[in-house]
């Protein structure tokens, strides 16, 4: 969906397993037009799309668990 309405890249599968303030650093560098936000994985999340965001996941130990998406 997002590659219908966004603007710019809106997937990240190759930074899975990296840090993720240095996830989210590369994908607001190669995706001005958004916001990456650094959140634990399996906290609740809104439903909401927006084309300016990026939920980053990461893991206790603050690695990337899953792809870094638009939504």
Known sequence: MA???CIGKSSWPELVGSRGE?????IE??????????QPDGIPQTADFRCDRVRVF???SGFVVRPPVIG
């Open 3 to 5: 590659e219908k309405y």
């Open 22 to 26: 240095a996830a989210a650093a590369k």
């Open 58 to 60: 990461v893991d206790s």
């Open 29 to 38: 560098e190669e995706n001005p037009s958004v916001f990456a936000l650094v």
